[in-house]
């Protein structure tokens, strides 16, 4: 089958009445949960999990992958209106979007920020088109060298990219991989870690981390700066309408966002939070008015928003060609198709296409639903921010219960969401990043199975990795992120820099 | 002021103990050679970089100053107890009884909720559980202590 034949039956595929309503819920509860403040994609994802059990895998990815993108759409709202970010790769946006709510621009910026995600998410689809096909044939020819060369290259990424500590950074990749080795070894069945619980025997549940690690310890840190929200204004259709100042200065940074998103989001490891950064950094050093950032420059809202959204759809290009999450989030969502058998990877493509090209078709429509939402409908979003948080955080901690427990109907798992909720805020509090944590618990287990295929094929010969090109080439950029990092951590010192951050990002 | 920045001190002992705890506990299994690794070569590798991360994490809180942050007590009991109330009563009295228990316990960490306020957003919270989980979604959780 050719590319348009393949698009053509994808397309077939998601408007089918059972999508499109998934994909429009899908969209409309990622909306909904992205503009409140404090409750991330991988939060909303997680906690939705559970209400897809019983669909059709294809539904279910359309619906969850709804979700994700959806809330990248919606966290802008409140990071323009509150200037607290809704999840946190929206953070950047708040730099400039909130100083033009405070200028009685909000319309401008909550239009502005529709475009330039439609327009991100849409790059990000193009290359999910264009590249996957590609990465597929040459996955096909990886062996184990190159999976853990891609692999550690975008934990080290990961943990070392935008980071102020990247020793800390890396900390939390590797505790994530510790985490990761706890259950029964694939060769041996040695039970590792498992202190005479039989529940620890498959591993520590993944959606018990993710859960208490960015829902619970963020409800724990929101209730303590529970502040009143300041007035939020009204927005109507003809405050949207952008000076023909602002509609000549938006193009540029829309697409060097996207690209920069695009990047960071297919890198295994890394996502929007990262792209978001430097997407905001590149366009503030490419301005020929850098003094203008900060107080409302729209290249500030623009860039990241659209690095944000291309992000999130490139993710899916390693994940579902190569079966590596793209992002903490994306590895929630892997962990769903693995709750329906699905294996992602080379293979399923040519195993299950109408999966694939059905996801990629419905991003289409849910982009162009998210339009939608958050053009005329904004003020239905604008009412939400409106909602006591104190009403709010309590149905959470249920829905994550509840959610925790029907997985594997689990009271000891319900007990481990506590647990790394506890830690969770305990680790923020000392400015650890727990998306890496979740990263190295993902990737660790098929990091340890490459490598030690790998050693096998090679008779223990390390520099074996390095010859090939692909996992040489990587391995050589690994070394050099970690050289630079050395020399970020030098340079901070000598300079005694404050610490920039009071408490640690949550998820990605 | 202080010369050394405890956040950073407190970090790298953390991510050091890990890492010593995994170190330790990977003695139990085999370590293997390099060509055919045992279960323990992974888990025991990774105790080391953790131990060794640790102590530069350590350095770096070394001459800088710093203070601790507040731990905000009161949410964390108040979340800590919901969990726990959540986890001892559903095998035994069901989801709705369980939710309402949960929510009651969660909003008594926010200082500014009041009784009336308690009272009806843990009702509520309950009887939506109760219809979105039980009803619409038919989850196979018990929804009263009559279906144990």
């Not at chain 1, 590149?282 to 623009?302: H, T």
């Not at chain 2, 929510?103 to 919270?125: C, D, H, Y």
Request: hydrophobic content about 55%; overall charge neutral.
């Amino acid at each position: 089958m050719d590319l348009w034949a393949n698009i053509a039956a994808g397309f077939a595929t998601a408007v089918s009445i059972e999508n499109l309503a998934y994909c429009f819920m899908g969209v409309f509860l990622g909306t909904f949960f992205g503009a409140l403040p404090g409750i991330g994609s991988l939060a909303a994802v997680s906690m939705l999990l559970p209400l897809t059990y019983y669909l059709e895998p294809t539904t279910a990815l359309v619906m969850l992958a709804g979700v994700y993108y959806g809330a990248e759409y919606g966290g802008s709202t409140s990071s323009i209106l509150l200037n607290l970010p809704g999840t946190p790769s929206n953070a950047i946006t708040c730099l400039d979007g909130y100083p033009m709510t405070q200028q009685g621009r909000a319309g401008v910026a909550l239009f502005a920020t529709t475009i330039a995600s439609f327009f991100g998410g849409t790059f990000g689809i193009i290359l999910l088109y264009t590249l996957a096909p590609v990465i597929v044939q040459w996955a096909l020819a990886f062996g184990p060298a190159e999976y853990f060369a891609i692999m550690i290259f975008g934990l080290v990424a990961a943990a070392t990219v935008t980071q102020d500590a990247p020793a800390k950074g890396l900390a939390m990749v590797v505790i994530g991989m510790m985490l990761g080795t706890v259950g029964a070894d694939l060769s041996t069945g040695i039970a590792r870690y498992s202190f005479g619980y039989f529940e620890l025997h498959d591993g520590i549940s993944f959606i018990a981390i993710a859960m208490g690690l960015f829902g619970v310890s963020e409800i724990i840190l929101s209730i303590a700066n529970n502040v009143n929200k300041p007035f939020i204004q009204s927005v109507t259709f003809r405050s949207m309408i952008p000076t023909r100042d602002e509609v000549r200065r938006s193009p540029m940074p829309m697409v060097r966002g996207a690209g920069i998103g695009a990047f960071f989001g297919a890198l295994p490891g890394t996502g929007p939070s990262i792209a978001t950064f430097i997407g905001y950094a590149i366009e503030k050093r490419v301005s020929r008015r850098p003094e203008e950032f900060g107080k409302g420059a729209i290249e500030g809202i623009m860039s990241p928003e659209s690095a944000n959204n291309a992000a999130v759809q490139a993710a899916f290009i390693p994940t579902m060609t190569l079966g590596i999450p793209g992002s903490a989030t994306m590895a929630v969502m892997m962990g769903a198709l693995l709750i329906h058998g699905i294996q992602p990877g080379p293979q399923l493509m040519q195993q299950n296409p109408d999966i694939f090209w059905g996801l990629a078709a419905s991003f289409w429509i849910g982009n162009l639903l998210l339009l939608i939402l958050n053009i005329p409908l904004i003020g239905v979003w604008v009412r939400l921010l409106k909602i006591p948080y104190g009403i709010l955080y309590p149905a959470v901690i249920c829905f994550i219960c509840i959610g925790v427990y029907t997985v594997r109907t689990s009271v000891f798992d319900v007990m481990l969401v506590l647990m790394f909720g506890v830690a969770g805020y305990l680790l923020r509090l000392m400015r650890f990043e727990l998306a890496p944590l979740l990263i190295g618990f993902i990737l660790g287990p098929m990091v340890e199975e490459n490598f030690k295929r790998a050693m096998l094929i090679y008779h223990g010969d390390f520099t074996r990795l390095m010859e090939r090109p692909i996992s040489g080439t990587l391995l050589a950029m690994t070394a050099l992120l970690l050289l630079w990092s050395v020399y970020v951590m030098v340079r901070n010192r000598r300079d005694h820099r404050p610490h920039a951050r009071a408490v640690g990002e949550a998820d990605d | 002021m202080q010369r050394i920045d405890p956040v950073e001190i407190l970090s790298g002992l953390f991510v050091a103990g890990i890492g010593l705890f995994f170190f330790l506990g990977a003695a139990d299994y085999p370590m293997g050679t390099i060509n055919r690794m045992g279960p323990g070569f992974v888990p025991r590798s990774l105790g080391a970089i953790g131990m060794g991360l640790g102590l530069i994490i350590m350095t770096g809180g070394w001459r800088v100053p710093g203070r601790l942050p507040r731990v905000a007590w009161r949410p964390l009991a108040a979340i800590i107890a919901a969990i726990v109330l959540f986890a001892v009563l559903l095998p035994r009295v069901g989801l709705v009884v369980a939710a309402l228990g949960a929510s009651i316990l969660s909003m008594l960490g926010n200082p500014l909720a009041g009784w009336r306020m308690i009272a009806t957003t843990s009702v509520a919270i309950s009887v939506v559980c109760w219809i979105l989980f039980i009803l619409l979604l038919g989850l196979p959780i018990p929804a009263f202590w009559t279906d144990i």
